[in-house]
């Protein structure tokens, strides 16, 4: 029953201990990213900094480095916190071998005094011959080798325990020594960021005295986000009233089919056929969502598309979001962000998240949207300086639909990705795969 007992707590240690591994080597590896992401901004701002003139291109980029530090700050507290739970387990499992040490040394001591008070060959074979017959001198004897044996074991696991307390003793040690440089890099981001913050608002500042030129900048990049808004809108509504449509028309053919079945069946004196596996009647008072899943493959296409949610690819293979879904006040006008805007490299291929078919594809004021449904969900992805899709075009996940653009006035490369649940847009970080 102890060995059972010893075995699962074995299993469970060993489960727990590869668990954290995983999830070490995840935040490992996001820690490191985030670390190149900031060191390629940083050597972009040095560059822009040189330029006696403040732009807002400055200011983004010292958006981006902020929001990239609180990221790295929080992945390092995650990390610490796992730390923290491999010192508890260690410093426990340290602990428990010194126990067993402790005990395996005291019976040893134990069998050595023993063993001292008994160690005369005369007094071990006055021991076997005086039994009372062969059967139990051979025991006697079978007893003393036992007992011979069961002393170098016992010696062997003192060595083996002293042996696994050292290495462990080592783990517990070098995991204090990471979790103290984690803790270090930790305050140096936290010194940064103190800093960053500071110049933004120094940046802010300076860009207060261009605020006619600024505003106008801002109106215009407002016009062209309503503009892509108006357009993606447009698209989902198209394909709802399509849907709808033929769902209609599709209902309106059963109907007579099977207004012609009952008229044959009163014909020949038969009773009325039952249609079997009846689809669900569309009519102008159903929903969306009901439209957009009329068909089976649409509603399958809907539940993948739903059982992935966390897990899509990222349209860029490289990016980091320079503004989320919500509402923003820039410059004292008010932008709805339906998406997020993912900064990437120049020349950047722009690729589908997801197996869809392409909607619409349309030139906003100088750029390329693509539309994409999934279902009753829909993905957009503008500010493409080139479409490598067309309307109706069958795509698959990861799949190429455009080239990104950039500003030429700021020299930012960005993709703006929305997501929408029929017509309503949802926050489309939650649903891609962490970063």
């Known amino acids: 029953m102890k060995f059972f007992r010893l075995l699962l707590i074995f299993i469970c240690t060993c489960v727990a201990v590869n668990s954290f591994a995983q999830s070490s080597a995840e935040l490992k590896r996001r820690r490191e990213k985030l670390n190149d992401e900031l060191d390629e901004l940083n050597r972009e701002y040095d560059k822009v900094r040189k330029d006696k003139s403040v732009s807002l291109k400055q200011l983004n980029i010292l958006k981006a480095q902020i929001n990239l530090r609180e990221d790295k700050i929080s992945t390092i507290n995650s990390e610490v916190r796992n730390l923290d739970n491999q010192i508890s387990e260690n410093t426990n499992t340290v602990h428990t071998l ?190 969306n969502s009901d439209v957009l899943n009329a068909t089976p493959e649409a509603a399958r296409l809907s539940n993948d598309f739903l059982g992935n949610r966390g897990s899509l690819p990222w349209p860029v293979t490289n990016g980091t979001i320079t503004q989320g879904f919500g509402t923003y006040y820039i410059e004292g006008i008010k932008t709805e962000n339906t998406g997020v805007d993912i900064r990437t490299s120049s020349g950047a291929t722009v690729r589908a998240v997801f197996n869809g078919e392409v909607s619409n594809v349309v030139n906003v004021s100088g750029t390329y949207l693509v539309v994409i449904r999934h279902g009753e969900y829909f993905t957009a992805y503008s500010n493409l300086r080139s479409a490598s899709v067309a309307r109706g075009q069958k795509v698959s996940t990861k799949q190429a639909v455009g080239v990104v653009a950039t500003d030429g006035a700021t020299g930012e490369t960005e993709v703006h990705f929305d997501l929408y649940k029929g017509q309503t847009p949802v926050n489309p970080k939650i649903w891609l795969a962490p970063d």
Request: aromatic letters at 6%; zero cysteines; glycine letters at 4%.
């Open 98 to 287: 010194q126990g067993q040490l402790d005990q395996l040394k005291k019976d040893y001591a134990g069998m050595v005094l023993f063993a001292y008070h008994n160690k005369s060959a005369y007094n071990k074979l006055m021991f076997i011959f005086a039994a009372s017959d062969f059967n139990q001198a051979y025991k006697r004897l079978k007893y003393l080798q036992q007992f011979g044996n069961y002393r170098q074991r016992q010696a062997e696991s003192i060595q083996g325990t002293q042996k696994d307390l050292g290495i462990k003793i080592n783990v517990l040690d070098r995991t204090k020594k990471e979790k103290r440089t984690l803790l270090e890099d930790q305050e140096k981001e936290k010194r940064n960021l103190d800093k960053q913050r500071s110049d933004q608002v120094v940046v802010v500042s300076k860009l207060s005295k261009q605020q006619g030129y600024l505003k106008q900048q801002q109106r215009t990049k407002s016009k062209q986000i309503s503009a892509i808004n108006r357009q993606i809108s447009s698209a989902i509504r198209k394909e709802i009233a399509e849907a709808r449509r033929k769902a209609e028309a599709e209902a309106r053919e059963r109907a007579a089919a099977e207004r012609a079945r009952i008229a044959a069946a009163e014909r020949d004196n038969k009773p009325a056929p039952v249609a079997s596996n009846k689809p669900k009647e569309i009519t102008k008072s159903s929903s």
